[in-house]
């Protein structure tokens, strides 16, 4: 039997994965495009806007039980995987004792456990010229205060994609790190808990079908890191020269937040 030509990216159902679901499944390269998330009646919505060859599955990434049997689905379904995009993730704008231990680790469990385990377990589904798009960020380029956890997470999956792309390149499979700046998306109304000490400057904020674009564009060009926007390469050079503390000191002095 030939094998189903598919696109898997979790975290489908709203902001940055739904723009990507937008601008892929309409090609033909792929036979379904898979959306992975936990809330079903917005997966079911993206089948109402985009067709039947979008294929919902309801899937908590930060629990790794559930990983395991979508790993088992795989082994029953058996896919040509062409394209993962890891882009489930999320933030809380708060200082360190803001949230509960199990919040912080939740929140590794989904924006670095997920990641790595999502990617491991598709790879051997993976042929030649098959992509992988993990979500980093803009916080991954230097440590940021009041989005600790977050920034933290986000360089894992920056240096984990870029040395992953070296190892993956004698199979033909191409790892691209993105990493946007603030984009306008869901991601404040979850990160937002009203925590005294927090960023709340969100400047230069991009519509997210435009780093999707500049994403897929990066990644079908086998590129191990895409950016998107003057500002944020700026960002990104300022961090490789100049001294951690001190780029820490401009982010608070930008948020307004005292030391
Ligand atoms: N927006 C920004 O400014 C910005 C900037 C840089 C990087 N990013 C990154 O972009 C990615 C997408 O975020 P977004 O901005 O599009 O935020 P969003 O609108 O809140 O979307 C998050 C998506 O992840 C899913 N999700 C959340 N927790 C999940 C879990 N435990 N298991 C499975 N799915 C889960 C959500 O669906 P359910 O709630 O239904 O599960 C939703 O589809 C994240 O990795 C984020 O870190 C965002």
Redesign the pocket.
């Known amino acids: 039997m030939t094998k189903k030509n598919i696109a898997i990216v979790?975290?489908?159902?709203?902001?940055?994965?739904k723009e990507f679901v937008k601008l892929i499944h309409y090609d033909s390269k792929f036979d379904e495009v898979w959306v992975?998330?936990?809330?079903e009646s917005?997966l079911l919505d993206l089948v109402s806007e985009f067709g039947e060859k979008i294929k919902p599955y309801i899937?908590?990434?930060?629990d790794y039980n559930q990983i395991k049997l979508f790993i088992n689905y795989l082994k029953e379904q058996n896919p040509n995987i062409k394209l993962l995009i890891n882009?489930?993730?999320?933030?809380k704008f708060c200082s360190y004792d803001d949230i509960s231990i199990d919040e912080s680790l939740n929140m590794i469990n989904?924006?670095i456990n997920g990641v790595v385990a999502m990617s491991l377990g598709c790879i051997p589904f993976m042929e030649r010229d098959s992509h992988i798009i993990n979500?980093a960020?803009?916080a991954s380029f230097q440590p940021v205060p009041y989005l600790n956890i977050y920034s933290a997470t986000k360089s894992f999956v920056k240096n984990y994609s870029q040395a992953l792309n070296v190892e993956l390149k004698e199979k033909g499979i191409c790892v691209t790190a993105v990493c946007?700046?603030?984009?306008k998306?869901?991601?404040y109304s979850?990160g937002d808990i009203g925590a005294k000490k927090a960023p709340t400057h969100f400047t230069l904020m991009k519509n997210?079908e435009i780093v999707a674009k500049k994403a897929l564009k990066d990644a079908y060009n086998n590129k191990d890191i895409s950016v998107c926007g003057t500002f944020v390469n700026f960002c990104r050079i300022f961090a490789k020269f100049l001294p951690e503390k001190l780029i820490m000191k401009c982010w608070l002095f930008i948020q307004g937040i005292k030391e």
């Open positions: 979790t975290g489908a159902s709203s902001g940055f994965g992975l998330a936990r809330t917005k899937i908590d990434l930060s882009n489930a993730g999320f933030a989904l924006n979500v960020s803009q946007p700046g603030w984009m998306t869901n991601f979850r997210p």
